[in-house]
C-alpha cells in the first residue's frame, strides 16, 4: 500500500520561497513517475509539474515555469517542489502523486495514489 504524507504548507508573503514535501512509506519510490498537482478554492485540480522516476526529466505547467521546481531523493522516498516568488494566484491546496508510468503527466485521472494534501497560502 502506497503512503504518501505531505508536509511543508503553510503562510507565505507574496514574492517569498516555501518547500513542500512528500513522503513516500511502504512503497518502492523509485519505480513511480512523481507529480504536483494544486487545487484552488472554486477552481478544478490542475497539474503543477511531474518528474520521472530518475530524475532525468521534469516537466512543468507554464504559470510555475521558472519559479517552481520539482525534484526528489529516491534515497529518502521523497519528493519536493520549490516554490519561489509566489504570487497570490498560487494559493491553493497542493497534491503530490504517484503513478507507474511517466505518461499523460497532466492527466490527474492517471495518477494511482495520492497525498492528502497540504494548504499553500500566499498573502499579498
Known amino acids: 500500500q502506497v503512503h504518501l504524507v505531505q508536509s511543508g504548507g503553510g503562510l507565505v508573503q507574496t514574492g517569498n520561497s516555501l518547500t513542500l514535501s512528500c513522503a513516500c512509506s511502504?512503497?518502492?519510490?523509485?519505480?513511480?513517475?512523481m507529480g504536483w498537482f494544486r487545487q484552488a478554492p472554486g477552481k478544478d485540480r490542475e497539474f503543477v509539474a511531474a518528474?520521472?522516476?530518475?530524475?532525468?526529466?521534469?516537466v512543468y505547467a507554464d504559470s510555475v515555469k521558472g519559479r517552481f521546481t520539482i525534484s526528489r531523493d529516491n534515497a529518502k522516498s521523497t519528493l519536493y517542489l520549490q516554490l519561489a516568488t509566489v504570487a497570490p494566484e498560487d494559493t491553493a491546496v497542493y497534491y503530490c502523486a504517484a503513478k507507474h508510468t511517466f505518461t499523460y503527466l497532466s492527466d490527474d485521472e492517471s495518477y494511482n495514489y495520492w497525498g492528502r494534501g497540504t494548504q499553500v497560502t500566499v498573502s499579498s
Open positions: 511502504a512503497c518502492t519510490f523509485r519505480v513511480y513517475a
Open positions: 518528474i520521472s522516476e530518475t530524475s532525468s526529466t521534469t
